[in-house]
């Protein structure tokens, strides 16, 4: 049997740091959270511009190793590196 395959188009990193710009560019993780999904749906897949995929959750912490964003226990900020210029 063959691995599933996920066919949905996914939602960049710079689609959910944008989404946190238009926030005022600090959020509650939680807030975070239910904009994305009401944005992008609760179930929709993350990528990099390499095309890795993740969750939401993983998105962040991706986001976060690379300085994208800043994460203090239930908070999330803009990081100090610049987000790609997108697709």
Do not use: I, T
């Amino acid at each position: 049997m063959e691995p599933l395959v996920d066919e949905r188009a996914p939602v960049f990193g710079h689609d959910l740091l944008s989404l946190l710009q238009k926030m005022g560019g600090k959020a509650s993780v939680e807030s975070l959270r239910n904009a994305a999904f009401g944005a992008f749906g609760a179930d929709a897949v993350y990528a990099n511009c390499h095309g890795d995929r993740f969750s939401f959750d993983e998105v962040l912490a991706f986001l976060a190793s690379k300085g994208k964003v800043e994460r203090r226990d239930n908070e999330v900020s803009l990081g100090s590196v610049p987000a790609c210029s997108g697709h």
